[in-house]
């Protein structure tokens, strides 16, 4: 493999050094949990960010989003980089754009790949599908602790709505196909996901050769997997510099397929941003559309 590609898939998958020191954030409050235990997957730091003004006597609904390290200070980011999510739910909060949200971070770990990776997928793929040899599945596992763990720890402790219609999942990169996975896995407990430049090609073997047995095995996941056509809502997007270059072919092949089940564009919207990067600041300078699409 190619240096660059090297390098390219190493930072979408394996962005999980240890801050040095606690994210601060700029609105709203931050209540860290480190050590959070599980069943299923290592214990890891989950953080819940609560906007500003936020009081028990009201209601919130619940976004749930991977990498949590990355969502809130880039001074304590492994690259020096930030979703500002704080920034952004409050701000379109103050404005009205979206309903109350309280927003729970959920640390990577070591295992970010294998947890991030949909196991039930395998079963698409065609015998012999080259894979690497240390890839190892466990996102059923990292769903079970967020679904069965997490959240009832988050709807015992903050002024939450618990229903479906109120609970939301958001990622990037292999965050973002965790996330569409989820959707799929759990369609009872997420009324909608947002997955913004989803790794769609997954942990094959190069991503500036992607495999079409594994794409398509993603899209037929998808279409047997997904709720029925717009009863949830999906948000997909990408860009079209360095891993997200590699994304097009896919993302396009899900984009048609979805169409073709009908789903609709209060339901289903994908957007492209050329000249995006896969990295936190381009994250960062688009956050408010798949806010305000799952959030309105």
């Avoid at 973002?176 to 009324?191: D, H, N, R, V, W």
């Avoid at 999906?234 to 984009?255: C, H, R, S, V, W």
Wanted: proline share 7%; with cysteine.
């Amino acid at each position: 493999m190619r240096p660059v590609y090297v390098l390219l898939l190493a930072v979408a998958m394996t962005a999980c050094s240890k801050a040095a020191q606690e994210p601060q954030v700029s609105a709203g409050h931050l209540d860290t949990y480190a050590n959070f235990p599980s069943r299923f997957v290592p214990a890891r730091t989950v953080r819940v960010w609560t906007p500003s003004g936020y009081t028990p006597e009201k209601r919130y609904d619940v976004l749930y989003m991977h990498d949590g390290q990355m969502l809130f200070d880039a001074t304590t980011s492994w690259n020096k980089q930030e979703w500002g999510i704080d920034e952004a739910m409050d701000s379109l909060q103050a404005l009205g754009r979206i309903r109350p949200t309280i927003v729970v971070g959920i640390d990577n770990t070591s295992e970010r790949i294998g947890e991030f990776s949909p196991d039930d997928i395998i079963e698409y793929l065609p015998a012999g599908t080259p894979v690497y040899a240390d890839w190892k599945p466990q996102g059923n596992d990292y769903l079970r602790f967020l679904v069965t763990e997490l959240k009832p720890f988050i709807d015992s402790m903050y002024a939450v709505y618990p229903e479906r219609s109120h609970t939301w999942v958001m990622g990037s990169s292999c965050g973002g196909l965790i996330s569409s996975y989820a959707l799929c896995k759990y369609p009872e407990i997420f009324g909608g996901a947002a997955c913004l430049s989803t790794h769609c090609t997954l942990a094959y073997p190069r991503p500036d050769e992607p495999s079409e047995a594994v794409m398509a095995a993603y899209r037929t996941y998808l279409k047997e997997h997904l709720p029925a056509p717009n009863t949830a809502k999906l948000y997909m997007d990408q860009g079209d510099q360095t891993l997200d270059a590699f994304y097009g072919e896919a993302q396009k092949a899900i984009n048609d397929m979805l169409r073709g089940e009908g789903w609709d564009s209060a339901h289903f919207e994908y957007r492209f941003f050329p000249g995006h990067r896969h990295c936190e600041d381009d994250w960062q300078a688009r956050l408010p559309l798949p806010l305000m699409f799952l959030l309105q």
